[in-house]
């Protein structure tokens, strides 16, 4: 793009090799911006909370997990790197390629705050709650204990069945 961009501006010389170079996308890393484009409620999101009175929300809920979403600092020290085991290298900071641990309270924290977004949205719009329902039923499915049939030798016999 950066070259069709020159080649346009008579900056570079034009000729059927350029031409061909330039329309096989391997000049992409400055993406072509035909419209301006303002993306208004994502501007400023700590504004849009502190005038909507949601302040507490956007620190509680929005501006730890934003230095991790954008890879400050701390993140990259907590989640990616990891201190080299060589003695003589003094402890300096490395990749590590390891997956970070699951935290599983983000799962009730992001149920949490999908029930409160969509109580928020059924009460707005003066809609039915058809999301309790599933919910509960979806809860009463996990407390139940699944019901074991047959003898254990019968489980084992099906099993090497499906084996085969
Ligand atoms: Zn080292």
């Given at each position: 793009?950066?070259?069709?961009?020159l080649?346009?501006?008579g900056?570079?010389?034009?000729?059927?090799?350029?031409?061909?170079?330039?329309d096989?996308?391997?000049?992409?890393?400055?993406?072509?911006?035909?419209?301006?484009?303002?993306?208004?409620?994502?501007?400023?999101?700590?504004?849009?909370?502190?005038?909507?009175?949601?302040?507490?929300?956007?620190?509680?809920?929005?501006?730890e997990?934003?230095?991790?979403?954008?890879?400050?600092?701390?993140?990259?020290?907590?989640?990616?790197?990891?201190?080299?085991?060589?003695?003589?290298?003094?402890?300096?900071?490395?990749?590590?390629?390891?997956?970070?641990?699951?935290?599983?309270?983000?799962?009730?924290?992001?149920?949490?705050?999908?029930?409160?977004?969509y109580?928020?949205?059924?009460?707005?719009?003066?809609?039915?709650?058809?999301?309790?329902?599933?919910?509960?039923?979806?809860?009463?499915?996990?407390?139940?204990?699944?019901?074991?049939?047959?003898?254990?030798?019968?489980?084992?016999?099906?099993?090497?069945?499906?084996?085969?």
């Amino acid at each position: 793009m950066q070259l069709r961009k020159l080649l346009e501006e008579g900056k570079l010389e034009d000729s059927a090799e350029l031409r061909k170079f330039i329309d096989s996308d391997s000049d992409e890393e400055i993406a072509d911006e035909l419209v301006n484009v303002r993306l208004k409620n994502f501007e400023d999101l700590r504004k849009l909370a502190t005038d909507a009175g949601m302040k507490h929300e956007y620190v509680l809920h929005y501006q730890e997990e934003s230095t991790i979403v954008h890879g400050h600092w701390p993140a990259l020290r907590r989640y990616y790197l990891e201190m080299c085991r060589e003695p003589l290298h003094r402890l300096h900071l490395q990749p590590n390629f390891a997956l970070p641990p699951l935290n599983p309270q983000l799962l009730d924290r992001a149920f949490l705050l999908f029930t409160e977004a969509y109580d928020l949205w059924i009460k707005k719009w003066g809609l039915r709650d058809q999301g309790t329902p599933l919910v509960d039923r979806y809860f009463e499915c996990c407390d139940t204990v699944p019901e074991v049939g047959g003898t254990p030798e019968e489980a084992t016999d099906s099993q090497s069945r499906r084996a085969q």
